[in-house]
C-alpha cells in the first residue's frame, strides 16, 4: 500500500511563498499525483496535478522530481484565503486504490 | 468540472436510525465515489458506486453497514445503517471525469460533504 507523509501544519505570513511536501515513496508508476484544498466544512477543491517536473497553473505550482517519491505543492505570495488543509493523492501501485495524505493545516498570519 | 450536489448537508441522528445521503452530478459521469471523513481526519474511500451493479467496497466497509444505489450515470445514495456515535463523520461523494485532449489524466471532483453526527 502507498505510504504518504505530509507536516501536520504550518504557519506563515500573507505575501509569502509556502512550500508543501508529501513524501510518497511507493505509488502507482502511471498515476498522476493532485493536490487538493479544503476548507471548513466544505469539500475538497482541485488544486493541480502533476506526472514529473513541474506543472504551474493560476493559483500554484507543483514540483515533482524524476524519482517521484515526493511531491511539493508550492503557493505564491499567500494571503489570509489560503488558510486551509492541503492534501495530496497519489495512487496505490497494488489495486489501483487512490490514497490521501494525511493533510497539511496551513496558518496564514497577516 | 462538474457540479456536485449533497442532501442534506447536516444532520444529527438518534444511535441505532438509518440515514440516506444523495449525491445529484450535472453531468452524466462514469466514476462516483463515496467517501468518509472523520473529525480531523483525511479522507477514507468507502466505496465505488457502480451504475447498473453493486458497489465495490474497501477493506472495512461493508454493504449492510453502507448500502449504496446508483440508478443512473448523474445520481448516487450512500445510507449509513444502525447507527452508533462513531458513524459520526463527514461523508463526500466525488466524481471522476475524464480528461480532455490537453489534460493530463482524470480528476477526481468532490461534493460540498454531509456532516452527520450521531448522538
Known amino acids: 500500500l502507498a505510504k504518504t507523509t505530509q507536516p501536520i501544519s504550518m504557519d506563515s505570513y500573507e505575501g509569502q511563498e509556502v512550500n508543501i511536501t508529501c513524501s510518497h515513496n511507493n505509488i502507482a508508476t502511471n498515476d498522476y499525483i493532485t493536490w487538493y484544498q479544503q476548507f471548513p466544512s466544505q469539500g475538497p477543491r482541485f488544486i493541480i496535478q502533476g506526472y514529473k517536473t513541474k506543472v504551474t497553473n493560476e493559483v500554484a505550482s507543483l514540483f515533482i522530481p524524476a524519482d517521484r517519491k515526493s511531491s511539493t505543492l508550492s503557493l505564491p505570495r499567500v494571503s489570509l484565503s489560503d488558510t486551509a488543509v492541503y492534501y495530496c493523492l497519489v495512487g496505490d501501485p497494488e489495486g489501483g486504490k487512490l490514497i490521501f495524505g494525511q493533510g497539511t493545516e496551513l496558518s496564514v498570519k497577516p | 468540472s462538474a457540479v456536485i450536489s449533497q442532501k442534506p448537508s447536516r444532520d444529527i441522528c438518534q444511535r441505532g436510525t438509518s440515514l440516506t445521503i444523495q449525491c445529484q452530478v450535472d453531468s452524466q459521469v462514469t466514476m462516483m465515489f463515496w467517501y468518509r471523513q472523520q473529525p480531523g481526519q483525511s479522507l477514507t474511500l468507502i466505496a465505488t458506486?457502480?451504475?447498473?451493479?453493486?458497489?465495490?467496497?474497501e477493506s472495512g466497509f461493508v454493504i449492510d453497514k453502507f448500502p449504496i444505489s446508483r440508478p443512473n450515470l448523474t445520481f448516487s445514495t450512500l445510507t449509513v445503517s444502525n447507527m452508533s456515535p462513531e458513524d459520526s463523520s463527514i461523508y463526500l461523494c466525488s466524481v471522476e471525469i475524464l480528461a480532455g485532449v490537453y489534460e493530463g489524466t482524470d480528476t477526481q471532483y468532490f461534493g460540498p460533504g454531509t456532516r452527520l453526527t450521531v448522538l
Open positions: 458506486a457502480n451504475q447498473g451493479s453493486e458497489a465495490t467496497y
